[in-house]
């Protein structure tokens, strides 16, 4: 059975940094990627970056300068990093082990994680 375990989220300063970490533990065979994706209240889920098992990566226009996603095979966790951290950040940080590619809404029948809130104070 496969489990994400994000961590790493938080109350930040803006201007400030931050990183994510999502463990994976399991079967991973049924993954052929991974992304980080974001809900704000009254908003829909979006994609924030996503690698996949050859290390492509791939971002959101509007957070390419800032972000930046990253692997560790060895212990099996995939990072967000976070720079110049803005208000509009805020939102529910989650991980997906996505089971054929990432889309930009994700899939339910991807592997999720439980979330971790960022929130980032003026």
């Known amino acids: 059975q496969v489990q994400l375990v994000e961590s790493g989220g938080g109350l930040v300063q803006a201007g400030g940094s931050l990183r994510l970490s999502c463990a994976i533990s399991?079967?991973?065979?049924?993954?052929?990627?991974m992304g980080w994706y974001r809900q704000a209240p009254g908003k829909q889920r979006e994609l924030v970056a996503a690698?996949?098992?050859?290390?492509?990566?791939d971002y959101a226009n509007s957070d390419r300068d800032r972000i930046t996603i990253s692997t560790d095979n060895a212990k099996r966790t995939v990072y967000l990093q976070i720079d110049s951290l803005k208000p509009e950040d805020t939102a529910v940080y989650y991980c997906?082990?996505?089971?054929?590619?990432?889309?930009?809404?994700?899939?339910?029948?991807?592997?999720w994680g439980q979330g971790t809130q960022v929130t980032v104070s003026s």
């Open positions: 690698i996949t098992y050859g290390g492509s990566t």
């Open positions: 997906n082990g996505c089971r054929y590619f990432c889309s930009n809404a994700g899939s339910p029948s991807d592997y």
């Open positions: 399991g079967n991973i065979f049924s993954i052929n990627a």
